[in-house]
C-alpha cells in the first residue's frame, strides 16, 4: 500500500472513532437504586440492571462501548471500592444492550441465548460474544440474591430474556417493554408481533403488585405501567387491524394516524408512523 493510501485510511479510521466518540462524550449514567442491593443505570441506549455485593457484581446489559469507562465509574460510586464486574447477562443482541461486553470481558462471563451469539457471531468471531449460552433459561446465585434468567421466544428477536431478582423483586424485562413509548419489534431478527404480545400477556401473569419493573427504554415503573404499555400495543394493532380490514392502505392509515390517545407514546426511535407500519405489514 502506497504511503500516501495508508496515511488517508488511518485519518479515515480515526475520523470515525472520533465521532463514535464525541457521539457519548455528554452522555452521564445516572444511578438509581430499587431495592435490596439491585440498582439501574441509565446512560445512552439499553437501561442496565446491576446486583452488587462482595461476591462480585452483575449487570443486565451493558449499552455502548465507549460507555464502559462511565459506567464502571459509576458502579464505583455505588460500591465504594472495587468489586469485580462477576457476570454480564445480555437479554438480546443489539448493540445498545450488548455494545460493552468486550471491555466487561476481562473478568465477567457473558451469559445470553444460544441465538444472542450467533447473531452476534456474524459481526464478531470472537469479541464479547457470550461465553455461557441457554437454551430456556438459566439460575445464578450471587450475593444472597437467587437470578433467574428465562428465554422467551418470538418477541422483540429471537434470542429475548427477562431476569427476576428473587429476593429483591426486581424485574428486567429488556426490550419486550419499552415504558410510555412504542417498542421496536425486530421482524428481520426472529421478532414478531403476535409473539411479542404473547409473551407480555405470559409476564404479567408473573408480576406481582409489588414488583418493581425495569423496562429495556425508560424509566423504572411498576406492574401498573406494564399493563399501559399492553394496553397501548394490543389497542394499536386492533386500529390497524380494523382498517386494514376496510381497505385502507398502508399511507391512508398513516395519514389517518393512531388517534390523539397514542400520540404521547410516539419518540425519535418509533415514531407513530413507524408503529403504523410495523403493525401493517406485520398483522
Do not use: C
Not at 502506497?2 to 475520523?15: D, R, T, V, Y
Not at 426472529?190 to 424509566?219: Q, R
Amino acid at each position: 500500500m502506497k504511503s500516501s493510501s495508508l496515511l488517508f485510511l488511518i485519518i479515515s479510521l480515526f475520523s470515525v472513532q472520533t465521532l463514535a466518540d464525541d457521539r457519548f462524550k455528554d452522555v452521564q449514567i445516572e444511578v438509581q437504586h430499587i431495592n435490596e442491593n439491585v440498582y439501574v443505570l441509565y446512560g445512552a441506549g439499553g437501561n442496565i440492571g446491576v446486583l452488587v455485593g462482595t461476591e462480585g457484581t452483575l449487570l443486565i446489559d451493558d449499552q455502548f462501548e465507549p460507555l464502559a469507562p462511565k459506567i464502571e465509574k459509576a458502579l464505583l460510586n455505588v460500591t465504594k471500592q472495587k468489586q469485580k464486574i462477576k457476570y454480564v447477562v445480555n437479554t438480546h443482541y443489539h448493540g445498545d444492550h450488548t455494545g460493552s461486553n468486550n471491555y466487561f470481558a476481562k473478568s465477567a462471563s457473558i451469559l445470553a441465548h444460544e441465538n444472542v451469539r450467533k447473531r452476534m457471531s456474524v459481526k464478531s468471531k470472537d469479541s464479547g460474544l457470550p461465553v455461557i449460552t441457554y437454551e430456556d433459561g438459566i439460575k445464578l446465585h450471587l450475593n444472597q440474591e437467587r437470578i433467574h434468567v428465562k428465554h422467551l421466544a418470538a418477541g422483540h428477536t429471537d434470542g429475548d430474556s427477562v431476569v427476576y431478582f428473587e429476593k429483591a423483586n426486581v424485574w428486567h424485562f429488556g426490550d419486550l417493554f419499552f415504558e410510555s413509548r412504542f417498542p421496536f419489534i425486530d421482524v428481520k431478527s426472529g421478532g414478531s408481533i403476535e409473539g411479542y404480545i404473547t409473551n407480555l400477556d405470559a409476564l404479567l401473569e408473573k408480576v406481582n403488585d409489588d414488583a418493581k419493573i425495569i423496562p429495556g427504554h425508560g424509566k423504572l415503573t411498576d406492574k401498573n405501567g406494564f399493563k399501559r404499555f399492553i394496553e397501548m400495543i394490543k389497542s394499536t394493532k386492533n386500529i390497524i387491524v380494523e382498517k386494514k380490514r376496510s381497505g385502507m392502505s398502508k399511507q391512508q392509515v398513516i395519514e389517518s394516524g393512531l388517534g390523539e390517545q397514542w400520540k404521547v407514546w410516539d419518540w425519535s426511535f418509533i415514531t407513530e408512523q413507524r408503529w403504523i407500519e410495523t403493525l401493517y405489514d406485520n398483522i
